[in-house]
């Protein structure tokens, strides 16, 4: 997930440490106070019933970032440890129902739209992280049944989601303050739901706004409902009173967000140290000799040949065919994803960059 952030330029002040390893990096974050160690929103996640559905949407219309790994729930499902940690609420309140119906857990579970992903569950879980400049988007699909393209464990509630109901949590992406929330909807966000073929996506009805001599001056809101329903909001802070407000509580605080240059860590540099090391690039690195079966692998001199016997020479031609065929293949899977990556070049040039989403 760091080298996701750092590929895309994303921040998160989890990874400003100028630690090197991470024995150096738990060890700062455990002497911090406890309420530093907190380092803002990292995920919004929702149920969905079509999990490529949903990851199409976040990608291709509003443009985060699909992680490649980890792609699949069922890698955190090898106990209950999973189950516990995401449902423990909804599962207590589902085992006192089945007891006071005198029902079974699994009828009373269902009752509660709560699956069950515990090691001795029927239900699966999977998922997509989808990154932003600054936070995850996250998916969540279960299954009933152990198979990814089993039925789909995908309850109905008697109600759709809406920021009105008490507990609701609305995911807020932000355009550039520089572009009008309105013109967006209408010039990019509108036609590029036709264009990806996302048209059960509600856009925007209406958009708040305020003046200038509001306090919330400049600031442009528009809610919005996703491929399941789920309720997002679309925003724009403006360059107005608001924007100057939200910049210097955050700068005072010390948060960090693409929004504003002075809390852009990933472009200031804060980050660079911890990049390096998710991508582990390291300085100085020296060239060792290898040994390979009784033949080391040193440069083509006479010295250093001279004295190698019959089998070593053997070795040798049998290590150079490997070489050259190890090298067309890798060839061949360069040429592979140059192509993926000039077709995805391709497909993000239509997009206008004036879409930019936080």
Not at 133 to 150: A, C, H, I, M
Not at 160 to 177: D, E, K, L, M, R
Request: charged share 20%.
């Amino acid at each position: 997930v760091g080298r996701a952030y750092c590929h895309r330029g994303a921040v998160s002040k989890a990874f400003t440490s100028a630690a090197s390893n991470e024995t150096e990096i738990a060890q700062r974050v455990r002497d911090l106070p406890l309420s530093q160690r907190l380092f803002g929103l990292f995920q919004w996640g929702f149920r969905t019933g079509n999990l490529n559905r949903a990851a199409a949407f976040y990608t291709e219309v509003l443009g985060g970032d699909l992680i490649t790994y980890p792609t699949q729930g069922i890698e955190i499902m090898r106990d209950d440890s999973a189950h516990w940690m995401i449902l423990a609420n909804e599962t207590i309140e589902a085992y006192e129902y089945a007891a006071q119906q005198n029902l079974s857990r699994e009828v009373a579970m269902d009752h509660y739209a709560v699956p069950n992903i515990s090691s001795t569950g029927y239900c699966r879980l999977d998922h997509r992280f989808i990154l932003f400049d600054n936070f995850v988007v996250e998916p969540l699909k279960y299954t009933r049944g152990l198979s990814f393209q089993g039925d789909g464990y995908d309850p109905i509630l008697n109600h759709s989601s809406s920021a009105a109901y008490i507990g609701t949590i609305v995911g807020a992406f932000g355009i550039s303050p520089n572009e009008s929330l309105s013109s967006y909807v209408e010039n990019l966000f509108k036609p590029r739901l036709g264009r990806q073929g996302f048209r059960n996506v509600q856009p925007p009805v209406q958009i708040a706004t305020f003046p200038e001599t509001h306090p919330y001056g400049g600031l442009e809101v528009g809610y919005a409902k996703g491929t399941d329903g789920e309720t997002f909001a679309l925003v724009s802070v403006g360059n107005g009173s608001f924007a100057r407000a939200l910049k210097a509580a955050m700068v005072g605080a010390g948060a960090v967000s693409t929004l504003f240059e002075e809390t852009n860590i990933y472009a200031s540099g804060a980050m660079d140290d911890f990049c390096a090391y998710a991508q582990e690039v390291t300085n100085g690195q020296s060239v060792q000799v290898q040994t390979v079966g009784k033949c080391e692998l040193v440069d083509d001199s006479a010295a250093n040949n001279a004295g190698n016997n019959d089998d070593c020479k053997d070795e040798h031609k049998q290590l150079l065919v490997a070489l050259v065929v190890i090298g067309s293949l890798s060839l061949f899977v360069l040429l592979v994803v140059v192509g993926c990556l000039l077709r995805g070049d391709l497909r993000r040039a239509a997009t206008p960059a004036s879409g930019q989403i936080y």
